[in-house]
Protein backbone atom coordinates (compact mmCIF):
# COMPACT_ATOMS: atom_id res chain seq x y z
CA UNK A 1 0.00 0.00 0.00
CA UNK A 2 1.22 3.40 -0.80
CA UNK A 3 2.18 6.11 2.17
CA UNK A 4 2.98 9.60 2.48
CA UNK A 5 5.19 10.93 5.10
CA UNK A 6 5.74 14.46 5.31
CA UNK A 7 8.00 14.72 8.43
CA UNK A 8 7.79 17.62 10.66
CA UNK A 9 3.80 19.32 11.15
CA UNK A 10 5.15 22.21 11.76
CA UNK A 11 8.00 24.35 10.04
CA UNK A 12 9.11 28.05 11.03
CA UNK A 13 11.19 29.85 9.04
CA UNK A 14 12.62 33.57 8.96
CA UNK A 15 11.52 35.93 6.28
CA UNK A 16 14.05 35.65 3.50
CA UNK A 17 15.38 32.48 4.81
CA UNK A 18 14.82 28.92 2.67
CA UNK A 19 12.09 26.92 2.95
CA UNK A 20 12.47 23.30 2.92
CA UNK A 21 9.39 20.65 3.35
CA UNK A 22 9.93 16.68 3.63
CA UNK A 23 7.48 14.80 2.02
CA UNK A 24 8.65 10.69 1.53
CA UNK A 25 6.43 7.84 -0.11
CA UNK A 26 6.33 4.24 -0.41
CA UNK A 27 6.00 3.05 -3.78
CA UNK A 28 6.86 0.23 -5.96
CA UNK A 29 6.57 2.08 -8.94
CA UNK A 30 6.87 6.65 -9.56
CA UNK A 31 3.86 7.52 -9.06
CA UNK A 32 2.83 10.57 -9.41
CA UNK A 33 3.47 13.31 -6.98
CA UNK A 34 1.52 16.55 -5.59
CA UNK A 35 2.10 19.51 -3.52
CA UNK A 36 -0.85 21.51 -2.41
CA UNK A 37 -1.57 24.68 -0.18
CA UNK A 38 -3.91 25.75 2.14
CA UNK A 39 -4.21 29.11 3.21
CA UNK A 40 -6.40 29.90 6.70
CA UNK A 41 -10.43 29.21 5.63
CA UNK A 42 -9.70 28.21 2.38
CA UNK A 43 -9.53 24.75 0.24
CA UNK A 44 -6.12 23.30 -1.45
CA UNK A 45 -4.53 24.35 -4.03
CA UNK A 46 -1.68 22.79 -6.74
CA UNK A 47 1.61 24.04 -5.97
CA UNK A 48 2.97 21.41 -8.55
CA UNK A 49 2.94 18.07 -9.80
CA UNK A 50 5.41 15.34 -11.06
CA UNK A 51 4.52 13.30 -13.80
CA UNK A 52 7.21 11.21 -15.15
CA UNK A 53 8.96 14.01 -17.13
CA UNK A 54 11.48 16.54 -15.56
CA UNK A 55 12.95 15.17 -11.64
CA UNK A 56 12.79 18.97 -10.66
CA UNK A 57 8.99 20.57 -11.06
CA UNK A 58 8.73 24.26 -11.07
CA UNK A 59 5.49 25.85 -9.34
CA UNK A 60 3.73 28.96 -8.62
CA UNK A 61 4.67 31.23 -6.11
CA UNK A 62 8.54 30.56 -6.55
CA UNK A 63 7.71 26.99 -4.94
CA UNK A 64 9.82 23.95 -7.00
CA UNK A 65 10.00 20.26 -5.51
CA UNK A 66 12.76 18.01 -6.64
CA UNK A 67 12.01 14.01 -7.41
CA UNK A 68 14.55 11.64 -5.98
CA UNK A 69 13.77 8.04 -7.07
CA UNK A 70 16.79 6.74 -4.73
CA UNK A 71 15.35 8.38 -1.75
CA UNK A 72 11.44 7.98 -2.63
CA UNK A 73 11.72 12.05 -1.82
CA UNK A 74 9.65 14.80 -3.71
CA UNK A 75 11.02 17.51 -0.77
CA UNK A 76 9.43 21.31 -1.78
CA UNK A 77 11.80 24.26 -1.29
CA UNK A 78 11.50 27.78 -1.89
CA UNK A 79 14.85 29.68 -1.92
CA UNK A 80 13.46 32.96 0.13
CA UNK A 81 10.20 32.37 2.31
CA UNK A 82 7.58 35.42 1.94
CA UNK A 83 4.98 36.31 4.76
CA UNK A 84 2.45 35.22 2.69
CA UNK A 85 3.98 31.89 2.46
CA UNK A 86 2.48 30.94 5.93
CA UNK A 87 0.15 28.22 5.23
CA UNK A 88 -0.25 24.49 5.71
CA UNK A 89 1.44 22.20 2.86
CA UNK A 90 0.19 19.01 2.11
CA UNK A 91 1.82 16.25 -0.30
CA UNK A 92 -0.20 13.80 -2.25
CA UNK A 93 0.52 10.62 -4.09
CA UNK A 94 -1.17 9.02 -6.87
CA UNK A 95 -0.38 5.63 -8.08
CA UNK A 96 -2.21 3.12 -9.82
CA UNK A 97 -2.50 -0.51 -8.04
CA UNK A 98 -4.56 -3.97 -8.56
CA UNK A 99 -7.30 -2.01 -7.08
CA UNK A 100 -7.16 0.90 -9.09
CA UNK A 101 -6.70 4.69 -8.98
CA UNK A 102 -5.12 5.35 -5.43
CA UNK A 103 -4.49 8.81 -4.08
CA UNK A 104 -3.08 9.57 -0.78
CA UNK A 105 -2.52 13.19 1.15
CA UNK A 106 0.11 13.21 3.81
CA UNK A 107 -0.48 14.71 7.28
CA UNK A 108 0.31 18.35 6.40
CA UNK A 109 2.87 20.40 7.38
CA UNK A 110 2.33 24.37 8.86
CA UNK A 111 4.85 26.75 7.52
CA UNK A 112 5.10 29.95 9.84
CA UNK A 113 6.94 32.65 8.65
CA UNK A 114 8.66 34.98 11.44
CA UNK A 115 9.25 38.63 10.24
CA UNK B 1 -14.75 29.82 -14.57
CA UNK B 2 -16.31 29.93 -11.26
CA UNK B 3 -14.71 26.86 -9.88
CA UNK B 4 -15.85 24.78 -7.77
CA UNK B 5 -18.68 25.77 -5.59
CA UNK B 6 -19.94 24.63 -2.15
CA UNK B 7 -22.77 25.59 0.02
CA UNK B 8 -23.65 26.53 2.48
CA UNK B 9 -20.22 27.64 3.61
CA UNK B 10 -21.03 27.13 7.45
CA UNK B 11 -23.58 25.09 8.88
CA UNK B 12 -24.71 24.77 12.48
CA UNK B 13 -26.91 22.31 13.69
CA UNK B 14 -28.40 20.23 16.49
CA UNK B 15 -27.64 16.53 17.14
CA UNK B 16 -30.05 13.97 15.16
CA UNK B 17 -30.65 16.60 12.67
CA UNK B 18 -30.32 15.54 9.03
CA UNK B 19 -27.17 17.59 7.21
CA UNK B 20 -27.12 18.20 3.14
CA UNK B 21 -23.69 19.60 1.80
CA UNK B 22 -23.97 20.43 -1.73
CA UNK B 23 -21.43 20.77 -4.35
CA UNK B 24 -20.89 21.82 -8.23
CA UNK B 25 -17.99 20.70 -9.70
CA UNK B 26 -15.89 22.43 -12.50
CA UNK B 27 -17.76 22.23 -15.76
CA UNK B 28 -16.13 19.25 -17.75
CA UNK B 29 -14.49 17.82 -14.91
CA UNK B 30 -15.96 14.01 -14.95
CA UNK B 31 -13.90 13.14 -11.30
CA UNK B 32 -16.02 14.75 -7.82
CA UNK B 33 -14.39 14.47 -4.51
CA UNK B 34 -15.75 14.35 -1.01
CA UNK B 35 -13.15 15.14 1.65
CA UNK B 36 -13.56 15.72 5.23
CA UNK B 37 -10.22 17.79 7.32
CA UNK B 38 -10.34 17.75 10.84
CA UNK B 39 -7.43 18.35 13.70
CA UNK B 40 -7.12 14.63 14.65
CA UNK B 41 -7.68 13.35 10.91
CA UNK B 42 -6.42 15.39 8.88
CA UNK B 43 -7.69 14.88 5.29
CA UNK B 44 -9.88 12.29 4.40
CA UNK B 45 -11.13 11.00 1.42
CA UNK B 46 -14.47 9.86 1.75
CA UNK B 47 -15.69 9.06 -1.78
CA UNK B 48 -15.29 9.75 -5.15
CA UNK B 49 -17.64 9.82 -8.01
CA UNK B 50 -16.20 9.03 -12.06
CA UNK B 51 -18.90 9.82 -14.50
CA UNK B 52 -21.48 10.15 -11.91
CA UNK B 53 -20.80 6.89 -10.67
CA UNK B 54 -19.28 6.20 -7.10
CA UNK B 55 -16.16 3.99 -7.68
CA UNK B 56 -14.82 4.42 -3.99
CA UNK B 57 -16.65 4.86 -0.92
CA UNK B 58 -14.42 3.07 1.75
CA UNK B 59 -14.00 6.07 3.43
CA UNK B 60 -17.53 6.86 4.48
CA UNK B 61 -17.69 6.86 7.77
CA UNK B 62 -20.41 4.43 8.93
CA UNK B 63 -24.04 4.05 7.24
CA UNK B 64 -25.36 7.81 8.60
CA UNK B 65 -23.20 9.25 5.62
CA UNK B 66 -24.44 8.74 2.03
CA UNK B 67 -23.51 10.29 -0.94
CA UNK B 68 -25.35 11.09 -4.94
CA UNK B 69 -24.66 12.70 -7.56
CA UNK B 70 -27.41 12.51 -10.05
CA UNK B 71 -25.71 14.67 -12.98
CA UNK B 72 -22.65 16.22 -13.69
CA UNK B 73 -23.19 19.02 -12.73
CA UNK B 74 -24.24 18.32 -9.05
CA UNK B 75 -23.80 16.28 -6.28
CA UNK B 76 -24.52 15.97 -2.22
CA UNK B 77 -23.58 14.12 1.00
CA UNK B 78 -25.70 14.06 3.49
CA UNK B 79 -25.44 13.05 7.29
CA UNK B 80 -28.02 11.43 9.07
CA UNK B 81 -28.64 11.55 11.76
CA UNK B 82 -25.85 14.00 12.47
CA UNK B 83 -23.25 13.47 15.73
CA UNK B 84 -21.25 16.19 17.44
CA UNK B 85 -17.89 14.18 16.47
CA UNK B 86 -19.06 14.81 12.69
CA UNK B 87 -18.06 18.55 13.03
CA UNK B 88 -15.38 18.89 10.57
CA UNK B 89 -14.60 20.88 6.92
CA UNK B 90 -16.10 18.73 4.35
CA UNK B 91 -14.25 19.80 0.83
CA UNK B 92 -15.81 19.14 -2.86
CA UNK B 93 -13.10 18.57 -5.27
CA UNK B 94 -12.81 17.93 -9.21
CA UNK B 95 -11.29 16.68 -11.97
CA UNK B 96 -10.91 15.61 -15.29
CA UNK B 97 -9.41 12.02 -15.50
CA UNK B 98 -9.21 10.21 -11.91
CA UNK B 99 -7.22 10.38 -9.45
CA UNK B 100 -4.61 10.97 -11.12
CA UNK B 101 -4.84 14.42 -12.22
CA UNK B 102 -4.91 17.81 -10.32
CA UNK B 103 -8.03 18.20 -8.30
CA UNK B 104 -9.12 21.22 -8.13
CA UNK B 105 -10.79 22.22 -4.27
CA UNK B 106 -14.13 23.83 -3.61
CA UNK B 107 -14.17 26.31 -0.37
CA UNK B 108 -15.18 23.60 2.41
CA UNK B 109 -18.21 23.96 4.25
CA UNK B 110 -17.84 23.69 7.91
CA UNK B 111 -20.00 22.16 10.02
CA UNK B 112 -20.56 22.41 13.32
CA UNK B 113 -22.91 19.96 15.37
CA UNK B 114 -23.93 20.44 18.97
Known amino acids: AQSVTQLGSHVSVSEGALVLLRCNYS??????LFWYVQYPNQGLQLLLK??????LVKGINGFEAEFKKSETSFHLTKPSAHMSDAAEYFC?????????????FGTGTSLTVIP | DAGVIQSPRHEVTEMGQEVTLRCKPISGHNSLFWYRQTMMRGLELLIYFNNNVPIDDSGMPEDRFSAKMPNASFSTLKIQPSEPRDSAVYFC????????????FGPGTRLTVL
Open chain 1, 92 to 104: AVSEFDNTGNQFY
Open chain 2, 93 to 104: ASSFGGLGNEQF
Open chain 1, 27 to 32: SSVPPY
Open chain 1, 50 to 55: YTSAAT
